[in-house]
């Protein structure tokens, strides 16, 4: 029968009480360069207290999330280095216990933190999010959102496919607007174009200038001309260009509707979505890695001691980080499988923390 012991419970508690202990000492530090950053704009902007206190502890949440992988791994280190300086790993190891029954009070703790990076990473911090961004672009951006704004081709429903040139979000206006609607068959039934499209706030029409339709049947092709014309769409503007961070905004079930939809529509950054969707669901398996690889590398005594375990920790951060970014932009930008952008970062760690457990255990 699975039991705690003394050993387990102490290990366990060092895990937890460090971890916390790092993280809420590190993120009050990334508040307050926050803060130093943004005073100026926060003072120019006539947000309310309130809106402000949202903000932060709105991200608060969205820096925790982001940091809780790299402190979960420093915070091993320090604490098992400290505990290896005493000889407690020697003494621990000698009693008879091995080295593997002395990583289940390390397992468990990685399997509580992450259960709290998944709940996190998917149900709680995408409404953070969400709230962080709108008062960024209300107050910090002024309405500049991250769009993409060149060369949009959506399709808006099931037979409906739009492109625009250029879209300035600050006018509402776009240029080079087409709008194709094809039939059942998959023949193209008619195409609207216009030398640009204005959306109307006040009564949420879009204005076409230069408005030409072409309807195609069978044999003949008829053309309707108007200098300008208000219409209406089925789709909204962020329908037709999604700011950037929108899957961040999403929880797991929404973010897999998103997906759907844009895949639907045949939007070009779907694979953005995508490797969001996976990079949060292979999050979880960091807490178990990064906890192997500190303890491997943090469970023998050396003359360096804390400080050097540190230095290595610190660097082997930095890989993580850079093997992500690498192949984050991959999937985004070079077609790379979302999937296995997601996934090889982990896979490479892996091995990695197998061969450092091997090495520990000598």
Do not use: C
């Not at 500049?144 to 040139?165: C, G, L, M, P, T």
């Not at 499988?337 to 255990?361: G, H, T």
Request: proline content about 2%.
């Amino acid at each position: 029968m699975f039991r705690l012991t003394i050993i387990d419970k102490y290990i366990l508690k060092r895990y937890l009480l460090t971890f916390f202990g790092i993280l809420f000492l590190f993120v009050p530090i990334g508040i307050l360069a926050s803060l130093a950053e943004k005073v100026n704009k926060i003072l120019e902007s006539k947000a309310t207290a309130e809106e402000i206190w949202t903000y932060y502890g709105n991200f608060t949440l969205v820096l925790g999330n982001m940091l809780m992988p790299i402190l979960l791994f420093l915070a091993i280190i320090f604490f098992t280095s400290r505990l290896s300086a005493r000889s407690e790993v020697v003494a621990i190891l000698s009693s008879g216990i091995s080295f593997q029954r002395f990583l289940r009070p390390y397992l468990i703790g990685a399997t509580f933190v992450a259960l709290l990076i998944f709940l996190m990473s998917n149900f709680i911090v995408p409404s953070a999010s969400a709230k962080y961004h709108a008062f960024e672009d209300t107050y910090f951006q002024k309405n500049k959102e991250d769009r993409q704004i060149r060369n949009i081709y959506n399709q808006v429903a099931e037979n409906d496919f739009v492109y625009v040139s250029f879209f300035d979000p600050e006018r509402l206006i776009g240029y080079n607007f087409t709008l194709e609607h094809f039939d059942e068959s998959g023949k193209l039934d008619y195409k609207l174009s216009a030398s640009n499209i204005r959306y109307m706030k006040v009564d949420s029409t879009y204005r076409l200038t230069a408005y030409k339709k072409r309807i195609f049947n069978k044999e003949f092709e008829y053309v309707e001309q108007q200098r300008s014309l208000d219409t209406v769409f089925d789709f909204t503007i962020d329908d037709l260009m999604p700011v950037s961070y929108i899957a961040e905004t999403k929880n797991l079930f929404e973010l897999n509707q998103f997906i759907d939809d844009q895949k639907r529509r045949g939007s070009a950054t779907v694979n953005s979505y995508i490797l969001e969707k996976y990079k949060r669901l292979a999050l979880p398996l960091s807490a178990y890695i990064l906890t192997l690889i500190a303890v491997a590398v943090s469970s023998v005594k050396r003359r360096g001691g804390l400080g050097l375990n540190l230095a290595f920790g610190i660097a082997i951060a930095f890989v993580y980080i850079f093997f992500d970014r690498v192949f984050s932009t991959l999937a985004e930008q070079a077609g790379f499988s979302p999937l296995m952008a997601a996934l090889i970062p982990v896979f490479f760690f892996a091995i990695i923390a197998v061969f450092l457990l091997q090495r520990a255990k000598r």
